[in-house]
């Protein structure tokens, strides 16, 4: 399982790096990028934290996405 963060919908308000750093982190500009990490159970459970806080629903966790720059999944 992996976290993917549409960048199309998401507001940049952070709060998915303050609840999960380790998944989630900002890139030079300040935009949220999820790591390329398969998340162990402790990681799953707080990736799902922060995707139950996102205030855009812009954070999908699952294992079938792919990452392609031109959908919007990061």
Known sequence: M????NKNSCMY????????PDVFQTDI????????TE?????????KHAESI???W???ID???INENNNGLH
Not at 39 to 47: H, I, Q, R, V
């Open 54 to 56: 996102c205030p855009t």
């Open 29 to 36: 500009d300040g935009k949220p990028i999820s790591l390329d």
């Open 39 to 47: 998340l162990t159970d402790e990681l799953l459970a707080m990736a």
């Open 13 to 20: 308000c952070g709060l998915c790096g303050g609840a999960c």
């Open 58 to 60: 812009s954070i999908s």
């Open 63 to 65: 294992d079938h996405l």
């Open 2 to 5: 992996k976290a993917f963060i």
